[in-house]
Structure formats: C-alpha cells, structure tokens
C-alpha cells in the first residue's frame, strides 16, 4: 500500500497523529527486515497501526503487533472515557473494524494487555520497530522502554509520540543523555532514534550512572536542541 493511500485511510480514523509523524510511521515501517517485527504500545483505534501496517505491507510484510488493554487505563483514563461518549468502554471491535476496513489486517496482530505484562511473556521475534504511545506518566513511560528494550537489538528503531510532555520528555531526554538511543532526531511531536543499549538490567545500569547529574545537566542539554522544519537538530550527538 503506498503513502497517499495510506494516509487516506488513516485519516478516517479517530487519533492524534500529525501527517508527518504519519509518514515517520509508515517510512521506518517501510525499512523493517522481514525477520523483525514492528511493535506499538498504545493503539486506540489503529490510526498509528494502520500507518505501520501499510509501510510492512510495502515492504518485508513484518507483523505489526498492537499491545493495547482495549480499556482506557493510566492517567489518561477520563479523556478516553470521554472520548469514547455513549460506546462500549472495549474497543477492540471498534479498532478490528477500522484495521478491515483499511485493508491491512494480514499483518497486523492486536494484543489486549497491559504493555509491560505483554512484555514478559513475549515470544515473537526481535522487536526492530518500536512504537511508544501509551501511558504518558513518566513512570509508565520508562517501564514500558525498560521491558520492552530486553525484545530489541543494537540499531533497532525506537519512537516516542507527544515528545513535549513532561513524562516522555522527562524520560526520553534521560535516554539520550546516557546514549541509550542515538541518531535521534524529531518529527513534530514523535521523537525517533535507534537503540545503543539493549537489555533492561544494561539499560538500568546505564540510567543509574549519573541520576545525580541528570538534573543539573538537563536545562544545559535541552539548550542544545533547536527544531527546523520538524527535525531536530543536536549539537552534540
């Protein structure tokens, strides 16, 4: 399935992706190997699933697994609950229904779980792609990196939507302190680079070096980093 087609069908779905974290979505999928899988944690509706599908599609055919509760869960429970007004609190049929009728479901493989317990009991293949779009706590965010970083390897991609909220910021700027991702760079609000640490416990291990100079270098580092044209560019990575 191609770009355009893509994002017309993306965009009959309800979520909060601009077209151009859209187009991320369906270029890194694009680039996956066929023996990767592509994983999202936080799928809503399958707006973000539809973009990755469609770029597997067009490439290696990489399954796309969608880790969701299918139940608003976190801190952003009441928004979802208000989101979803007079339907079923279970949206899974909902998000079933717009992934057939966007015409990627051969690839797609919805799992209702919490995100770090999906973790623990993963079986499938190394994680080339992931998708980080759950809970955005700064706590729910680092669990989920931390549990999900023991699926994935040395240069596997890894993108962080609503980069700009204190939780995945707070978190994201700490992994790209300790160059526990490189290469970074953003599109809107979706931050993207590729994995240099893999493990949880190395990935801990790294996080811990310096939680005291975290702080204190953080304004510093964020000084550093100027947007143009929705990309960022870093003056020391």
């Not at 599609?57 to 969701?68: I, L």
């Not at 995945?168 to 490189?182: E, M, N």
Request: glycine share 8%; proline share 4%; aromatic share 10%.
């Amino acid at each position: 399935m191609r770009l355009e087609e893509a994002l017309e069908k993306s965009r009959q779905v309800e979520g909060w992706l601009s077209a151009g974290e859209q187009a991320l979505l369906y270029d890194l999928a694009l680039s996956v190997p066929g023996d990767g899988a592509i994983v999202e944690l936080g799928a809503w509706m399958g707006k973000s699933t539809i973009m990755l599908a469609a770029g597997s599609m067009q490439g290696s055919k990489s399954a796309v697994y969608s880790v969701d509760s299918f139940v608003p869960t976190g801190e952003g429970a009441p928004f979802y609950y208000s989101e979803l007004r007079d339907r079923p609190q279970d949206y899974l049929p909902i998000f079933l229904t717009n992934i057939r009728n966007a015409g990627v479901s051969s690839v797609v493989k919805p799992v209702k779980s919490l995100t770090v317990e999906a973790a623990k009991g993963w079986a499938g293949p190394r994680v080339q792609l992931l998708f980080i779009d759950a809970d955005h706590a700064y706590r729910s965010v680092r669990d989920d990196f931390l549990a999900w970083a023991e699926h994935c390897g040395r240069g596997s991609r890894v993108v962080f939507h609503d980069y700009g909220r204190f939780g995945v910021s707070h978190f994201v700027d700490q992994l790209r302190l300790t160059k526990v991702i490189t290469n970074v760079n953003v599109i809107d609000s979706a931050l993207y680079g590729e994995v240099a640490v893999t493990g949880t416990l190395r990935v801990k291990r790294r996080l811990d070096l310096c939680p005291s100079l975290i702080p204190r270098f953080l304004k510093g580092f964020k000084n550093t980093v100027r947007f143009t044209r929705g990309r960022l560019l870093q003056k020391n990575e």
